[in-house]
């Protein structure tokens, strides 16, 4: 049988059987700045090994309200993710975070997370050059790592030896995500304090961003672009209510190599990569405004 594809925990757990019953799984609902939020805790190995996902705490907050241009659709969402955010990024105000960018700026499915690095304000150097003017902001280092084929080195590698340099008291990684409801590309948002496979978006699964590898926390922000062909055909199969169909072999056929995204997909990633830039500020530097971030950003 074919097993539907996603990286949102949501998704994983909703296709499980009997998922209320999940040994080590929980989800609750709720809303965050008046948009759609649900958090999936992962608490033990049997749910680590029944959603396919690590131990910890998965929040996914709906935004399909920015895509229709609700009333101040884009503070709110700001606000609302740099208020996931917030909690789960320890340490003092003193404290470096390096926010990373994973993705090919060059394929726009998976620019989303460089796009969110030249949106995110950097402080570091001015922390450091200039303490007496700066020195209330929280130092922020950015990074966009590239990928395996454009540099020639895991982006894996080249965060952990920044981080080796400069020893942050955490990590923040953006990078795009895969799917399973065409609904949830491009109007979720993923933050988990899990962290984060590069390229895991698009089936490329090596060198991960984690605790254990990092040695700080690393939290994971994502956001789905797109929805993986066999994944798309079986679901689309299944509520035409077509009969006889073999999941397996749209596994083995060609779309098992497709990935589909929006034919809108560079307004989309543009907007999401806006707001993720801007939540990861405002939850680092809590005393700006959005007025105060567009100045210094844009």
């Known amino acids: 049988m074919l097993e539907r594809r996603t990286d949102l925990a949501l998704e994983a757990r909703e296709l499980r059987a009997g998922a209320s019953d999940l040994p080590g799984v929980s989800s609750e609902e709720g809303r965050a700045e008046a948009f759609p939020l649900t958090t999936v805790r992962v608490t033990s190995q049997a749910g680590a090994r029944a959603l396919g996902k690590p ?16 009333q101040k659709a884009f503070p709110r969402a700001v606000k609302a993710l740099a208020g996931l955010l917030s909690p789960l990024i320890a340490g003092e105000r003193s404290d470096c975070v390096l ?21 995110t304000l950097v402080t570091r150097h001015l922390v450091t050059m200039a303490p007496s003017q700066f020195g209330s902001f929280r130092p922020v280092a950015v990074l966009a790592a590239g990928v395996l084929g454009t540099t ?66 690393v939290i994971a922000v994502g956001v789905p672009t797109v929805v993986d062909g066999a ?59 959005l007025e105060d971030l567009e100045m210094l950003v844009e």
């Open 231 to 289: 994944t798309l055909a079986a679901d689309l199969l299944e509520e035409a209510g077509r009969d006889g169909f073999d999941p397996a072999a749209l596994a083995k056929g060609s779309g098992a190599t497709l990935m589909v995204s929006p034919r809108d997909i560079d307004q989309r990633v543009e907007d999401m990569a806006k707001v993720i830039g801007y939540g990861v500020s405002l939850a680092l530097q809590p005393e700006l405004s």
């Open 152 to 217: 020639g080195v895991e982006s894996g590698e080249i965060v952990k030896a920044v981080a080796d340099q400069i020893r942050p008291k955490a990590i923040v990684a953006v990078d795009a995500l895969a799917a399973r409801r065409l609904e949830r590309l491009c109007t979720t948002v993923q933050v988990s304090d899990t962290g984060i496979s590069p390229g895991s978006g698009v089936g490329n699964h090596r060198f991960s961003l984690d605790r254990e590898s990092m040695g700080v926390p």
């Open 55 to 70: 131990q910890g705490t998965y929040h996914t907050l709906d935004l399909t309200g920015l895509g229709r241009r609700e």
């Open 99 to 119: 926010v990373v960018g994973l993705g090919n700026r060059a394929m726009t499915p998976d620019a989303v997370g460089p796009k969110a690095a030249d949106r």
